[in-house]
């Protein structure tokens, strides 16, 4: 058998495990966009972290861009803050979930050992929130009165 033959048979696992290491991060992604709506026009959302930094500012509707991962081997928690004066503050929050593409470096044992506690954690991509998050939030009129529009003040 010529050498160059044996070294693609022999070489073709190693190649495998070595592709496969990181595959969250090959195969997901570690920024993800959220949706902000709320049934009030340009109400303000703010974006806090786990730690509880102030992390982004967005009108409704719009969208966010936020890391799934605050850290090697930590899930990003946010904490979402609907504001508009005249109505009650609303909450909303979202954790990231381990990547199922993240199990895939189960595969073999250089993979298992580069993928799973070297790349995948150091890219974010071990993390994941779900495809097409939107984050809602219904205010109400503070103090049960109902919001004055065009100059007119509503009677409770």
């Not at 949706?35 to 303000?44: F, K, L, R």
């Not at 504001?83 to 609303?90: I, M, R, T, Y």
């Not at 993979?111 to 219904?138: C, H, K, Q, R």
């Amino acid at each position: 058998m010529p050498t160059c033959a044996r070294i693609v048979r022999n070489g073709f696992p190693i190649i495998l495990m070595l592709g496969l290491a990181g595959c969250a991060t090959i195969l997901s992604k570690s920024r993800y966009s959220f949706s902000v709506t709320a049934n009030e026009p340009d109400t303000i959302v703010k974006v806090y972290d786990g730690e509880g930094a102030f992390v982004k500012e967005a009108k409704t509707p719009g969208t966010i861009e936020l890391d799934a991962h605050a850290g090697m081997f930590s899930p990003a928690s946010y904490r979402f803050v609907f504001a508009k004066p005249g109505f009650e503050n609303v909450e909303g929050a979202a954790t990231a979930q381990v990547d199922p593409c993240y199990w895939f470096n189960c595969i073999g044992v250089y993979p298992l050992l580069l993928g799973m506690l070297l790349v995948d954690p150091i890219s974010g991509a071990m993390w994941s929130f779900e495809e097409d998050i939107t984050i809602s939030g219904f205010l109400q009129p503070k103090g049960g009165r109902e919001p004055v529009r065009g100059g007119a003040e509503a009677s409770p």
